[in-house]
């Protein structure tokens, strides 16, 4: 366990204690990222090492989308940008189908989490902080996703990282969006 301090106190901050660890630890999740192409990439933090030593100014952004299909299925899409300021991004993706999470704010929260999750992956495998955790929650009060907006920015920020969220500048969410309308 690694203890951080924080200005709320000390938490171990290779896992939130108190959610359940749905995601790295299945180590076969980690090998389903694929490039925006749909090439299996084997090994996804070498991949990710290989890409940044052979170009300057790359940075890391995560982020996630979720979407409930028919009362059957919820289908989570976490994107990895390899972002190059001026020259776009290089997106690896995967895609996980898990049974229906009927309750909204417990699916929007897991998408969080599964950002988080993987940015302390790449992180405790020797990669750099990622730049921004992108999460696809709504400032706006009209909508479901503004109810966890802030417990969602107090996760990540928590966790030491840049946020940003619908409406300032989220821009990997929009293609997690897409993975999971597939």
Known sequence: MLLTESPFGWFDSSYHSTHPKIFIE??????????LYGNPIPDVIEYIREYIS??????????????????RKTIYGVVIA?????KGAHVLCMRETVPMEHNTPSRLL?????????????KENGLPKPAWID????????????????QAVGMVEGMGY??????????????????VRL
Not at 82 to 86: A, D, E, F, P
Not at 110 to 122: F, H, N, P, R
Not at 138 to 145: E, G, I, L, R, V
Not at 171 to 177: P, V
């Open 82 to 86: 390899l972002y190059t300021k001026g």
């Open 54 to 71: 052979t170009r300057e100014n790359v940075e890391i952004l995560i982020g996630s989308d979720s979407q409930s299909y028919s009362n």
């Open 162 to 179: 840049k946020v940003r969220y619908k409406h300032v500048g989220a821009m990997i969410t929009y293609a997690a969006n897409h993975l």
């Open 26 to 35: 299945n180590e076969k999740v980690m090998k389903q990222f694929r490039t």
């Open 110 to 122: 897991s998408e969080v989490w599964k950002s988080i999750e993987i940015a302390e992956y790449l």
């Open 135 to 150: 999460i696809d929650l709504n400032p706006d009060p009209k909508f479901k996703s503004n109810s966890v907006l802030r």
